[in-house]
């Protein structure tokens, strides 16, 4: 998928004294980049590899990756996608060689509902077929935010399947685009947003759970 | 033809029903819609409120995401890569 020029690394561009900094070799910016990016790396890889030391391996040499481009880096896209799409490169020969079927090639076709059928009334009401029967309730403003709300949520992100909790990673909780991930995961928008719409809607009905609670 | 299915006086067979609300709804949040498929979106959520709060509901559902911290690098792994950095920074 080609780069959008709003989301490359130009010379101009903010994330370009990061490109800098890394190709004079300065650390901080190495530690910075890592601190920012190695957890969901981590995540990605993952869904390639079979298990968590294989992953840390991967993501290991997806750094040195990085490092050893850093100086060809055209800034044809944004550098944290050029990260991820080192990692992923890397991460599809291993799972290849390890014959393990890649994420997202084919996404599981099951229509998990987003609310429970019986939320509605049935086909054949006579009156308001396919209605809300238990219409959602606005959540009290003042606990969105609370503490304890962002704790449910962390709790229901962590049980997501996680291809998922990787998707809703990146668009939800770090605020990265669609154009982005779709990018730095090689995936198509429909799968995108297929899983995009799985998280948030197990997301929303782990809130109204606790807020119905 | 002839539509089976009974429904609310005065709706069109093109209305969107609360569950195909439900569905769309994250197409509807990305832009990922036809003009036609926002038209009907937007005409039921005029016309329903329980599916007005369920939109209201998946935004507030992303806004407490958007305050979700990632938790910090493991600093064993941090230890091995900035070590691996060290390394390359020596190379020729």
């Known amino acids: 998928m080609p780069a959008r020029a709003d989301q490359a690394t130009r010379p101009e561009s903010k994330e370009w004294p990061l490109v800098e900094a890394l190709r004079s070799r300065d650390e901080r910016a190495f530690a910075e980049l890592v601190e920012r990016h190695n957890r969901t790396l981590l995540r990605v890889a993952r869904l390639y590899v079979r298990d968590r030391s294989a992953a840390e391996e991967v993501v290991q040499e997806a750094w040195l990756g990085v490092l050893e481009g850093i100086d060809r880096f055209e800034g044809r896209s944004s550098l944290r996608t050029w990260i991820y799409r080192i990692l992923t490169n890397r991460a599809q020969s291993r799972a290849q060689r390890e014959r393990r079927q890649l994420p997202f090639s084919a996404l599981a076709d099951d229509h998990e509902a987003a609310v429970k059928e019986t939320r509605f009334r049935p086909t054949d009401d006579p009156r308001f077929p396919l209605l809300w029967s238990v219409p959602p309730r606005s959540w009290p403003v003042e606990r969105i935010l609370a503490r304890e709300t962002v704790q449910q949520l962390r709790a229901a992100l962590e049980h997501l399947p996680a291809a998922q909790q990787v998707i809703v990673g990146l668009r939800d909780v770090e605020g990265w685009t669609a154009e982005e991930v779709c990018e730095a995961l090689a995936m198509t928008p429909g799968n995108q947003r297929v899983l995009l719409h799985r998280a948030r809607s197990r997301m929303r009905q782990a809130l109204e759970d606790y807020f119905e609670a | ?92």
């Open chain 2, 1 to 92: 033809m002839k539509l089976i299915r009974i429904r609310r006086k005065g709706s069109r067979s093109d209305d969107l029903s609360c569950p195909e609300l439900v569905r769309l709804v994250t197409d509807y949040l990305e832009g990922a819609m036809s003009k036609t498929d926002r038209r009907r979106f937007d005409a039921h959520l005029d016309a329903c409120d329980g599916c007005g709060t369920y939109l209201e509901q998946m935004r507030d559902t992303v806004t407490v995401a958007g305050v979700l911290a990632e938790d910090s690098v493991d600093p064993v792994a941090r230890d091995a890569l900035l070590t691996a950095f060290r390394k390359w920074k020596a190379a020729p």
